[in-house]
Structures are given as C-alpha cells and as structure tokens.
C-alpha cells in the first residue's frame, strides 16, 4: 500500500490560476480568495495529478459508509462515453432557489424541478473522476474557460457559494451529458435546511431516496443515524 501526500498549499498554488475566474461566481465570499481555490479541486484535479492517475473518488469528511467503498469505483464502468464526473442528485430545493430568475423567464423548464423528470442539481460530497476522460474531453476543458464560465453564469443567472458543487451544477443543465447520476443511495443528504425556509410544500419531492443506504452525508451537520 502506497501513500502519497500533497501539500495544499502546492494545490492551491497549481489551481488558482485554473479557477480563479470561476470563484467569483462560485464562492461565499465577494472576492476571488486565494485560500478558497481549494474548493474547487475537483474541477480542475486532472490538471494537477499525475497522468497515470486515471480516476479519483473524492468524499467529504461528513460521511457514514454502509458498504465497502470499493463498490463505488465499479460506478466507473456504468459511465457513458461522454460521461467525466459522477455525481448524485441534490436533495434539497437549494437550486430551484438559485435559479429563480432563470425559472421565471422560462416557465417549462426543468432547471431546478425536482428529480425524476427535473434536474435538481448536484452534490458534490462523494464524486467520482474520470480524470482520464477529464482530460480527454474537449467540451469539458473548453467548459474551464473564463468567457465560457462567463456566458453561463449569465445565461442562468446564476451566483452561488457552494464552489466545484455550482460549477458542476450549473454545467449539468446545459450539457448533462458530461454527468453519471449516482443513485441518491451513494450520497444520501440528510439536511433539511430548506424544508424550513420557504419550501416545505415541495421539499419531499426533493428529500426522498429508495433503496438501501450505502454512504450517509451528514450535510450542514446533521447527525448521522447510529447502526
């Protein structure tokens, strides 16, 4: 067993210049922070890790495991051939809010409906890259660029907080195609943050998850169920 470990100063040397354009738009601050970078390695991690490192699973530390992580790397053979990232579902009503505006200009869309017919959104508390594919993809490295960034944003409007999460989410809605949907059973969101402000009528639609719970995600500290 071989254990490497990087320095996240380094990393965030190797990224700022990646994904400074984005933090704006991105980022609970109003600034660009050189220290906020790191919250977007995902994003950018097959620029900055080695080549023959071809896939990464990357987690939070607020998780519960019900199974064998190993498990998870076999979701890689389920991604399609434009597929880069997977990702589960987002499970709360966070981005049918951000969109709002967008939703108000366009009355049938499914940005921000609830799952399954709707796109919800993303979370990025367990990820799965494709680095390899990451790299290959000419669409998701033109995505990486500030103007593209820039022509999104504006299109949907959109100013988040929650770093690679936006990005990735903002991204699903134009080009879906770039995403394996995790089953909400490998990142099952425990927060109700929303159910409380403002979006209970709609909130369950978003909040329910069948099936065998294999990660927990303790999200905006929740506590997690003991065994």
């Not at 967008?102 to 799952?115: A, H, I, W």
């Not at 680095?131 to 988040?160: C, D, I, W």
Request: aromatic fraction near 12%.
């Amino acid at each position: 067993c071989q254990v490497i470990v990087h320095d996240v100063n380094e990393l965030t040397e190797k990224l700022f210049p990646i994904v400074e354009a984005m933090q704006k738009h991105f980022s609970a601050g109003s600034g660009t922070y050189y220290s906020d970078s790191i919250f977007f390695l995902s994003v950018a991690m097959h620029r900055i890790m080695p080549k023959e490192i071809k896939h990464i699973i990357q987690v939070d530390l607020d998780l519960k495991y019900k199974t064998n992580i190993r498990d998870l790397f076999d979701e890689f053979e389920n991604f399609s051939e434009a597929a880069v990232i997977g990702i589960a579902r987002e499970m709360q009503p966070v981005y049918r809010h951000t969109f709002w505006q967008y939703r108000r200009e366009n009355p049938q869309t499914k940005v921000g409906e609830p799952p399954p017919d709707g796109l919800p959104g993303f979370n990025s508390g367990v990820l799965l890259l494709n680095l390899e594919a990451m790299r290959q993809s000419k669409l998701y490295n033109q995505l990486l660029e500030p103007t593209m960034v820039q022509k999104l944003t504006e299109k949907y409007h959109f100013k988040g907080h929650l770093g690679d999460q936006d990005f990735f989410t903002m991204v699903g809605m134009e080009h879906p195609e770039l995403f394996h949907v995790l089953d909400c059973t490998w990142n099952r969101q425990l927060c109700t943050w929303w159910r409380d402000h403002g979006y209970s009528d709609v909130f369950d639609q978003y909040f329910q998850c069948e099936g065998e719970v294999r990660i927990y995600h303790g999200n905006c500290n929740t506590p997690i169920p003991e065994d």
